[in-house]
């Protein structure tokens, strides 16, 4: 059959179209690192299947007394099991670039009694923070959501205690990390 020919049918036409519309899907999914927008908060309480709480926990180790930072806290998932772990000494900036998502953890928060959470809204490239003030930071998939990842992964290295913590969570989503952001950065969980 010749080309010109199989490019007539219609299968093969309804084939051509479901692989060019495929390629385009995919080449979004690949390539968008916008953060989630508001609107679809809720599929952001939708449980992580390796991102597990007792995972952060366990990497992450908060302690009474401690000053944590979370980068990009969505709707508080974390934010919300994390900060209790702290006490009443104890504090969690969450820092987003979304006033809702800031708005709705607080919401959360002040309903569950809980009062070390301090929200600040601000890009993860300008932390406004002092240098060395935050025992440890986690971010949950969202460092697949900040163009250039390496700004802010400096940017808390700045912000961090000598010898702070650092977890980055993030599994197979359209906002992944899909390489290291600079060379020689670790790929095992919890370290830097």
Known sequence: MKLGNALGRKDVRLGLTAAAAGAAAWGWWASDSAPYPYAQHRLLDLPLPFLSQHRLDSMLGPSKGERLLEIGPGTGLQSLKVAPQLGPGGQLDIVDVQQEMLDHVMGLATGAGLDNIVPTLADAHQLPFEEGVFDAAYLV??????????????EIHRVLKPGGRIVVGEFFDRHQVRRPPWPGMPTRPGCM
Do not use: F, H, K
């Not at 900040?146 to 992964?153: A, G, K, M």
């Open 141 to 154: 998939t969202a460092l697949g959501e900040i163009p250039e990842p390496e700004v802010t992964l400096r």
